[in-house]
């Protein structure tokens, strides 16, 4: 296949490892999938192994090149996109990770996440990294490992310890000479970035006791990160681009207009609104994070991040209450069907808007008239009442009133969900024909680094809003909020 351009794309995400390749017209020729286990040790506490990630990473590579029948060395580079804020330590001299990679859904960090609240320090954090003080971010997660793994310990003493987020943990393994490297979109996600001097913050490190020296070098995010170990892959392929997953999807999208919002359906849903070369100062309700440094220029966003979504179905399916989501077409909500059951996805606490570690999950409402189909139903409704409070959140600050939702991820293929947020909301979805966004955005990155912007066409469905459901649909949204405040403040009292 000489003379054709193939570009890979990196997807390590939370419940999956990814690799694809597209061809110049950025069309998907093979993907190729490695399921990722998770572990709790403790409740709250979510887990992964950073080892059986790398070797996902690997096999996927292998196994894509071999479904499409071509060598590494014909990939013209690379992308990385990756699951946010999860961190990995590992020994700087035998590359071993010293401990499992401690996930972004892990609540460890809460305890101490409550002793800065409502302190001068929390004001500070908030408005140099844009970010809560919330668990869910790093710098807590790094906190603790660093005072309570005797072996991350151990390497920190002897000057042998490297720590950085899963990006900086596969480049380590991957490239030649085993740098320690991060982007900025992935530092940004650390609460330990200064947003406005774009450098690990001083007075951050110094609080949480954090030394400079064990955090990777921060970078932009198409830059040449190096080329491909030789002995782990066979050949020498550039690394051009790296991207946190959520900041991919937005690229992916080319959301240049500022009426122009984007939900990827995941683990979680994640709202992001491309802000451009506009830094917003911090929000309570949301966050403002960097989206991508790209030829010297930096782009800003405003996210809501919802916590669980898909998650909660698979959560509905270890269960044994589901066992394909794409298959739950259920009957739209009207008047006669509106069963009055709330599910609070509650699985981890809850993020934007509401921003609490301690609230649990629930279903109200339940009764004898109740089954297995209205509460999976009352469950997908859920993820569409939360991106609702988030878009809701983001348009009353920014004074935007948004005149679409561009959506990926792997519920969108749920139709019932789909024309339900789009009843909801009042808006139309727009559902892109390219499942695959968030690896074709640093797909896309990773070939501007190398070569003049290619062109693509990016096609989406769309589902338009029914006006006859949407004040049905307001009406039952207003009693969920209500619930989701009323369970907050019995958990705050």
Request: aromatic fraction near 10%; hydrophobic fraction near 35%.
């Amino acid at each position: 296949m000489k003379n054709k351009r193939f570009f890979l794309a990196i997807d390590q995400g939370t419940t999956s490892t990814r690799s694809i390749i597209f061809n110049e017209k950025f069309k998907v020729l093979v993907t190729k999938r490695i399921q990722n286990k998770e572990f709790y040790p403790e409740p709250g506490w979510v887990e992964q192994d950073p080892n059986e990630i790398l070797e996902a990473v690997i096999n996927s590579i292998n196994l894509s090149l071999d479904k499409i029948n071509i060598s590494f060395s014909e990939i013209t580079c690379i992308g990385i996109t990756n699951q946010r804020e999860s961190i990995v330590c590992w020994d700087s001299i035998t590359g071993k990770s010293l401990y499992n990679s401690i996930s972004w859904q892990c609540l460890r960090g809460d305890t101490l996440c409550q002793k800065i609240r409502d302190t001068d320090f929390e004001n500070y954090v908030n408005n140099v990294t844009g970010l809560k003080v919330d668990p869910y971010f790093s710098s807590t997660k790094i906190s603790w490992i660093l005072k309570n793994s005797p072996d991350v310990k151990k390497a920190l003493k002897n000057d042998r310890l490297k720590l950085g987020t899963i990006d900086s943990w596969l480049m380590f393994n991957l490239l030649n000479n085993n740098p320690h490297l991060t982007d900025l979109s992935n530092a940004s996600r650390t609460g330990l970035l200064n947003t406005k001097t774009l450098n690990w913050d001083k007075r951050i490190l110094s609080y949480f006791d954090i030394p400079v020296k064990i955090l990777p070098k921060i970078v932009p995010s198409n830059y040449n990160f190096g080329t491909t170990n030789k002995k782990i892959l066979g050949s020498e392929v550039p690394i051009t681009a790296v991207l946190g997953d959520q900041h991919a999807s937005l690229y992916g999208h080319s959301s240049n207009n500022e009426n122009e919002i984007k939900c990827t359906y995941g683990t979680g849903a994640f709202i992001l609104l491309n802000t451009f070369n506009k830094r917003y100062s911090y929000q309570n309700d949301f966050l403002s994070t960097v989206a991508w440094e790209k030829d010297k220029e930096i782009y800003y966003a405003l996210e809501g991040s919802v916590f669980s979504a898909g998650s909660i179905i698979e959560w509905l399916k270890n269960i044994g209450m589901i066992k394909n989501v794409q298959n739950l077409q259920f009957q739209h909500f009207s008047e006669k069907n509106n069963e009055n059951l709330f599910f609070i996805p509650a699985l981890n606490g809850l993020g934007a808007p509401f921003w609490n570690s301690k609230i649990k999950a629930s279903i109200e409402g339940i009764n004898f008239a109740s089954n297995r189909e209205s509460i999976i139903k009352a469950a997908l409704e859920s993820v569409a009442f939360s991106t609702k409070a988030v878009i809701d959140s983001i348009s009353n600050k920014t004074k935007i009133n948004f005149k679409t939702l561009k959506v990926d991820g792997g519920l969108t293929n749920n139709k019932f969900l789909m024309q339900f947020q789009a009843d909801l909301l009042g808006i139309p979805i727009l559902v892109s024909e390219n499942t695959e966004m968030t690896c074709l955005g640093v797909a896309r990155l990773a070939s501007e680094k190398i070569m003049e912007k290619l062109e693509y066409d990016n096609d989406y469905k769309k589902y338009l809003p029914n006006k006859n459901n949407m004040t049905l649909l307001r009406d039952k949204y207003n009693i969920w909020m209500d619930k989701v405040r009323n369970n907050i403040s019995i958990v705050e009292e």
